[in-house]
C-alpha cells in the first residue's frame, strides 16, 4: 500500500487530452493508444505527427499533457508521483485497456503508471530514467543550459540536442522554443536513477531510441530494454525527440507493427 497516496493524494487539475479517431470503418477491435509526452513538451508534442499516424493505422489515438505543461493546469510544484496519477486518471478513463507511450521521462512516469494501471502493452521511447550519468551526459552536451537546472533553475534543451541535422534548422528551433519550464521538485528527482516496480499483469514492452540520442546514451536504452526481458528497437541517426525528427515515420510505423503482432 502506498500510503502516501491515500494520505496526501495529488490535487485535481484540468488535463488536457488530444484525440484522434481511426478512419470510418477502422478496426473497433483495437486498444486505445495513449501518448505521454516528456517534461518540458506538451500534447502537442504527439499531435503534430504520431497521434494522426496511429489513427490512420487503425488505433484510437489520445496524447495528454502532464499538469503544469501544454493546455493543462499550472502545478508549480508538481513531482513525479502527481504525473504517475494524472496518466493513470486518463488511462482509466479511456473505454478500453490502453497502451500506454511515454517519452524521455515521460516513459519514466509511464514505467511507474504500469505498476498501478494493467496497461495492455507499454512502448519507452528514449526513456529518462534519471540519473547522475544523465546529468553529466547533459552537462558535456550543452553545459549552458544544464547548469542551471542543478541548482533549482531550468534546464535549457537545444535543438542539437533533440533532433538531428537532418531536421530543418528553422522546424527544431521553433520545437525546442515550445518547451516549458519544468518544475524544480520534478527536476531534482532526476537527479537519482530510478527503478520502477514491475508492472501489473506482465505487459508486453517495447523500448525505442536511438544509439544517437545526445540525452539518452546507448547503454542506458540497453538497461532500460534488459528490465522488461528485450532489447531496445533503434533508429540510427535520429535525435532524441522521435516523434517531431525528420524522419518521425520510422519509429511510429514500427510501433504499430510491433502492437499489431502482440496483438
Known amino acids: 500500500?502506498?500510503?502516501?497516496?491515500?494520505?496526501?493524494?495529488?490535487?485535481?487539475?484540468?488535463?488536457?487530452?488530444?484525440?484522434?479517431?481511426?478512419?470510418?470503418?477502422?478496426?473497433?477491435?483495437?486498444?486505445?493508444?495513449?501518448?505521454?509526452?516528456?517534461?518540458?513538451?506538451?500534447?502537442?508534442?504527439?499531435?503534430?505527427?504520431?497521434?494522426?499516424?496511429?489513427?490512420?493505422?487503425?488505433?484510437?489515438?489520445?496524447?495528454?499533457?502532464?499538469?503544469?505543461?501544454?493546455?493543462?493546469?499550472p502545478a508549480p510544484d508538481a513531482r513525479l508521483r502527481d504525473y504517475v496519477h494524472d496518466v493513470t486518471q486518463v488511462a482509466a478513463g479511456l473505454p478500453r485497456q490502453a497502451v500506454l507511450v511515454g517519452h524521455g521521462a515521460g516513459a519514466l512516469v509511464v514505467a511507474m503508471a504500469m505498476a498501478r494501471y494493467p496497461v495492455k502493452a507499454g512502448v519507452l521511447v528514449a526513456p529518462v530514467f534519471g540519473g547522475l550519468g544523465t546529468a553529466f551526459g547533459l552537462l558535456g552536451s550543452n553545459p549552458g543550459g544544464t547548469l542551471p537546472g542543478l541548482f533549482g533553475g531550468r534546464v535549457t534543451l537545444s535543438r542539437d540536442q533533440l533532433f538531428s541535422k537532418a531536421l530543418a534548422a528553422g522546424a527544431g528551433q521553433a520545437y525546442a522554443q515550445r518547451l516549458q519550464r519544468v518544475p524544480g521538485a520534478a527536476q531534482r528527482q532526476l537527479l537519482t536513477r530510478h527503478e520502477p516496480e514491475a508492472p501489473v499483469g506482465n505487459p508486453p514492452v517495447l523500448v525505442v531510441g536511438s544509439p544517437d540520442d545526445r540525452i539518452v546514451a546507448a547503454d542506458t536504452l540497453t538497461w532500460v530494454a534488459r528490465r522488461y526481458g528485450g532489447s531496445p528497437l533503434l533508429f540510427?541517426?535520429?535525435?532524441?525527440?522521435?516523434?517531431?525528427?525528420?524522419?518521425?515515420?520510422?519509429?511510429?510505423?514500427?510501433?504499430?507493427?510491433?502492437?499489431?503482432?502482440?496483438?
Open 236 to 263: 540510427p541517426g535520429m535525435g532524441h525527440d522521435l516523434m517531431l525528427d525528420a524522419r518521425w515515420q520510422e519509429p511510429i510505423d514500427a510501433i504499430a507493427d510491433w502492437l499489431e503482432k502482440v496483438g
Open 1 to 73: 500500500m502506498r500510503s502516501d497516496e491515500w494520505s496526501k493524494p495529488p490535487r485535481p487539475v484540468h488535463r488536457e487530452v488530444i484525440e484522434a479517431e481511426p478512419p470510418a470503418g477502422g478496426a473497433n477491435d483495437r486498444p486505445p493508444v495513449l501518448f505521454v509526452p516528456g517534461l518540458g513538451h506538451g500534447a502537442w508534442a504527439f499531435a503534430e505527427h504520431w497521434l494522426e499516424h496511429i489513427s490512420q493505422r487503425g488505433f484510437r489515438g489520445y496524447s495528454m499533457s502532464l499538469r503544469g505543461h501544454g493546455g493543462s493546469g
